[in-house]
């Protein structure tokens, strides 16, 4: 299972490194001949991203390691480590972005810098951008669904974040082109709060999984009407439930008649086990306690 995971991952991540080079090619020889400083900003956050795929590639094949002696709950939070990578390195974009906007902002309206009038084709180029990252962004949130991958779900939401980048750029362009020059700064300084936020929301949620957080409430809930479906079950004692990247942890005690066979009381430990486990694929492991029961109201 861990080999078919890796292999959804880096097979996503390839496509992704091969696409942002083309983009990043395209922008960058569009901007510099088109006279388009915003295209060229935006190549050189492509170049950027190639970078963080390959982290993505190769943290792959670490994080998605089977079990071992020295780590008997295998190597998920890797994949939780690097997305809290690909975090600071939307922070650092937007903070980039932001400046760089800053500066443009304060040249143009208080400086009357000179607006440099782009080619009619490079805001043609940022669409192209804008098409193909939510196309990207489409395909791998549907595989880290697939792989159980946070690195690959936090670089779908950078697909994202790039399809807003190049909004903001087609904004400028046409701004340029129009004489508009303080189009370009406002919208990029609106798109880096937008980003920034973004990546704050990737490092908390990678950093929540490092942690051990718990499930949310509605897997809790669905945990508990599984275990209550089998009518051996007289009481709930305790759920304890962990995240592990994508993936959930269960710890059950539950009370079973007291004057049941060992054999039948593991019996239904066992088939609650396999219910949970089937009816819910991010449960990767639900561990059970039986505890003895006297009593006549069932906890629900």
């Not at 088109?34 to 935006?42: C, E, F, P, R, T």
């Not at 906007?101 to 084709?121: C, H, L, N, S």
């Not at 079973?256 to 066992?270: C, R, V």
Request: proline share 2%; glycine share 6%; aromatic share 8%.
């Amino acid at each position: 299972m861990k080999k078919i995971e890796e292999k959804i991952i880096k097979k996503n991540t390839f496509l992704t490194i091969i696409m942002n080079s083309i983009l990043a090619v395209a922008k960058l020889f569009g901007g510099i001949l088109g006279g388009s400083a915003v295209l060229v900003a935006d190549a050189v956050n492509s170049v950027a991203d190639i970078a963080t795929n390959i982290v993505v590639y190769v943290s792959a094949k670490f994080s998605m390691k089977e079990k071992d002696e020295t780590h008997p709950y295998g190597h998920e939070k890797f994949d939780s480590m690097i997305s809290i990578f690909l975090g600071f390195a939307l922070l650092i974009t937007a903070y980039q972005l932001g400046k760089d906007a800053g500066i443009r902002f304060y040249e143009v309206v208080f400086e009357d810098a000179e607006i440099v009038k782009p080619m009619w084709y490079t805001w043609l180029i940022a669409l192209m951008t804008i098409i193909v990252k939510e196309l990207l962004f489409r395909k791998t949130t549907i595989d880290a669904k697939k792989a159980k991958s946070q690195a690959l779900m936090a670089q779908a939401w950078d697909h994202r974040s790039d399809t807003i980048v190049s909004f903001g750029a087609i904004i400028g362009i046409v701004g340029a082109i129009y004489g508009i020059g303080y189009l370009d700064p406002i919208a990029s300084m609106i798109i880096a709060i937008f980003i920034f936020r973004l990546g704050l929301k990737i490092i908390k949620t990678g950093i929540s999984q490092v942690v051990d957080e718990s499930a949310d409430d509605k897997q809790i809930i669905k945990i508990k009407e599984l275990v209550n479906q089998n009518p051996n079950v007289k009481s709930i004692d305790e759920i304890k439930t962990r995240m592990f990247g994508l993936s959930i942890y269960v710890d059950l005690e539950i009370s079973l008649d007291a004057h049941l066979s060992l054999t039948k009381a593991h019996q239904i430990s066992e088939d609650i086990h396999d219910l949970v486990e089937d009816e819910m694929p991010d449960v990767i492991h639900c561990m059970i306690h039986v505890n003895p029961y006297e009593g006549e109201t069932k906890d629900s």
